[in-house]
């Protein structure tokens, strides 16, 4: 009885055991069916607003613009005087400043007076000058009687050769004294008063004298600063590694502080032959036109070389951009109060603005406070 019990559990154990192996070859023989990949769902590209949301409030919206793509970063230089018209005045004489004629930001033409000097020099000067001219004319009529005498064989050769010697000697001691007026503007009637002139045409930019001032040619600052302001310099130091891109007559990109918002163009004028030894930098100068009179000698500046003009991209305030990863977003306003977050590719990354060329398109309005807000906004609807 015990023996038919152990063989009939026996067989059941070598069933179990059969039945397992026939479930796992069949399993392993018929395959599972694929699961699909997981991946993670992207954010919504849209945040929306109402209309009257206080978020709005916080957000700062402006339109873009292409504009020619820089061939480096931009470079820190300064505004200045264009001295092909500029003109430094001091006054060529030593005297005492009694009458101011032209303040700063006078306009004047070439010969207008700005300072009358009362100068014993200009006297001394009057005085010589008409000396000579007396004693040319007394050495004339000398000349005249001794050319009659000589004529009539009444004095001898040697004598009137003297009297021929003595006229030419006035005679260029008067065009010497005569020179010197020329050279100082004088007429010979001003009696000691100098009128110091402005020798071109522009703007009293600068004044460097007060009545009763005492003068002279030595001063270290010249009394008066006359230049054409609507035509300035724009000078930069530009680090060596950007020479190659450089030429003259290319466009340049000029922003100020006084102007952040705004951007000047000017063109490459000169570029230096030798680097500064110490700072391996090249001296630049550029051209630019000042018609609207906004901006100022020893102005700060930041400077943008500029590509050629087919090749252009967008430019973005860095404060627009937003960065996740290897990636850099943006927020473009669809509508009021809707925003698309969108991937741009950003070319020239500088201190304050980007150019991007792709993304956004020219005329677009971008958000350019509050874009971290958007953003912040978008990752919490993507939860």
């Not at 607003?49 to 978020?55: F, G, N, S, T």
């Not at 018209?85 to 005492?96: D, E, F, H, Y």
């Not at 930069?236 to 003259?248: G, Q, S, T, W």
């Not at 306003?333 to 741009?344: K, Y």
């Amino acid at each position: 009885m015990k023996l038919k019990i152990k063989l009939a559990i026996g067989g059941a154990i070598v069933s179990l055991a059969a039945g397992t192996v026939v479930l796992v070859n069949y399993f392993q023989a018929v395959p599972l069916p694929e699961q699909p990949a997981t991946t993670a769902q992207p954010g919504p590209r849209m945040v929306r607003y109402a209309k009257d949301a206080p978020q709005l409030s916080s957000l700062k919206v402006e339109p873009v613009q292409a504009f020619a793509l820089p061939v480096a970063d931009p470079v820190n230089g300064h505004i200045a005087y264009d001295e092909n018209v500029t003109a430094r005045i001091s006054s060529p004489l030593t005297g005492r400043v009694v009458r101011l004629l032209r303040e700063v930001g006078d306009q004047v033409k070439a010969g207008d007076p700005l300072v009358v000097i009362d100068s014993a020099d200009l006297a001394s000067a009057e005085a010589d000058w008409q000396k000579s001219r007396a004693d040319t004319e007394r050495k004339k009529l000398a000349l005249e009687r001794a050319q009659n005498l000589i004529e009539r064989e009444v004095i001898a050769r040697k004598d009137f050769e003297s009297a021929q010697a003595d006229y030419q000697q006035a005679l260029a001691e008067s065009r010497r004294s005569a020179q010197k007026m020329r050279l100082l503007n004088a007429s010979g009637h001003e009696n000691g008063r100098f009128v110091l002139k402005a020798p071109i045409s522009g703007i009293v930019a600068d004044r460097q004298v007060n009545p009763g001032m005492e003068v002279r040619p030595d001063l270290q600052n010249p009394l008066f600063v006359v230049t054409d302001i609507s035509r300035l310099w724009l000078v930069a130091d530009v680090p060596e590694r950007y020479i190659a891109d450089l030429r003259p007559g290319q466009m340049v990109s000029v922003q100020t502080d006084a102007y952040p918002q705004s951007q000047f163009p000017a063109i490459v004028e000169k570029i230096g032959i030798a680097l500064d030894p110490t700072t391996r930098r090249v001296q630049v100068r550029c051209r630019i036109k000042n018609m609207d009179m906004r901006l100022r000698p020893e102005m700060y500046a930041r400077i943008t070389f500029l590509a050629d003009g087919s090749k252009k991209a967008i430019r973005v305030a860095n404060s627009a951009l937003v960065s996740e990863g290897l990636y850099n977003y943006a927020f473009v306003e669809a509508q009021p109060g809707q925003f698309e977050r969108r991937r741009v590719n950003i070319v020239l990354k500088g201190p304050d603005v980007s150019f991007v060329d792709s993304g956004i398109a020219d005329g677009e309005k971008v958000v350019v406070r509050g874009a971290l807000l958007l953003n912040a906004e978008a990752s919490s609807n993507a939860q």
